[in-house]
């Protein structure tokens, strides 16, 4: 374990800086502004940016099959029923205007071989998006409804590409805890109540996020998934967890250890892309956008680009 800590150091030394200086000073709160670009932009831009960086589009999604593997669940029907199969189909072409030179999605990168033979399948046709088609070993059946598939695959075949990139990686950093992220993040998260500040209440975000993705197409979901105050969610609760923590080592290796993940996530999207992958679209869970957003400022090589204008306008919700 010590090696570990020692080859990740300047993110541990850094998480304890900013953990310590909370603990022991009054923090002022000031609005904040989300990296979200808002009205019709086409990405972030600044002095940095040039005709030599590569674009990298982030678009949140949720979990369409279900996995249970995040803080807060949407209890998804299948993206198999033909209606959702439209919406796909309509959110897909409003992507695919973007004109991705490359998709990148969340599944392991050391399974990129397996992954690669699945989409040459469903590209040949031999396999179906909706379903009809049961999907070779190892993938288990339930797999079909994931959106690597109906999103992932569906926008890469539309746009003619050979594969899509698997950029996900387990961190390496010591987890300080045998409980798992989602376990000590619960323990360790406090209630709205209980704090000086605001802090979203995961319950009352799971009804509404259930609320909407019931009462609303696919594609504005995913739309709303991507505003400002949506992507905020997720860092305001791990944050919040960690900041009001009593114990440093396990609530600073967290977001470490999360860091780490999306540092890997986005090093494999520059690194194994082809040399004429001029645009990227990545697609994540929506909890990955905030901090794959800010690594992408950080990179002198990207820049990032919003996905507002091929997207449904949701700018006049109110939930």
């Known amino acids: 374990m010590g090696d570990d800590i020692a080859r990740f150091s300047p993110i541990l030394r850094d998480f304890q800086v900013i953990f310590l200086t909370y603990r022991h000073s009054q923090v002022v709160h000031t609005d904040r502004t989300g990296f979200q670009p808002e009205g019709d932009t086409e990405g972030m831009s600044d002095d940095r940016h040039t005709t030599g960086q590569v674009e990298v589009m982030l678009l949140g999604t949720y979990h369409m099959a279900n996995p249970g593997h995040d803080l807060i669940n949407v209890d998804a029907d299948s993206p198999l029923d033909p209606t959702r199969q439209t919406q796909l189909e309509t959110c897909t072409d409003r992507l695919a205007d973007w004109e991705p030179d490359r998709i ?6 050391d399974k990129q071989i397996p992954l690669n033979d699945l989409y040459d399948r469903f590209n040949a046709g031999s396999l179906k998006l909706d379903g009809s088609t049961p999907l070779p070993d190892p993938f ?3 797999f079909i409804e994931n959106e690597i598939i109906q999103l992932g695959f569906r926008l890469a075949i539309r746009c003619g590409h050979t594969h899509v990139l698997a950029i996900d ?3 390496h950093t010591p987890a300080w805890t045998d409980d798992g ?3 000590t993040m619960l323990t360790r998260l406090p209630a709205p109540d209980d704090v000086p500040y605001h802090l979203p209440d995961p319950t009352e975000i799971q009804e509404t996020q259930q609320t909407n993705l019931e009462e609303h197409s696919i594609g504005t979901f995913i739309a709303w998934c991507n505003t400002t105050d949506q992507l905020r969610i997720n860092h305001d609760l791990m944050f919040a967890s960690c900041f009001e923590s009593d114990d440093i080592d396990p609530a600073v ?3 470490t250890r999360w860091y780490e993940r999306n540092l890997r996530m986005l090093y494999t999207t520059l690194t194994e892309s082809k040399e004429d992958d001029h645009r990227i679209l990545v697609i994540v869970g929506s909890g990955h956008v905030r901090v794959l957003a800010h690594l992408i400022e950080e990179a002198p090589n990207a820049r990032l680009v919003t996905p507002e204008p ?3 306008d949701v700018s006049s919700r109110s939930h």
């Open 104 to 109: 990148a999605v969340e599944y392991p990168h």
């Open 310 to 312: 091929y997207l449904p």
């Open 253 to 255: 290796g967290m977001l």
């Open 181 to 183: 992220a989602i376990a």
């Open 169 to 171: 990686h387990e961190a």
């Open 140 to 142: 288990a059946d339930g």
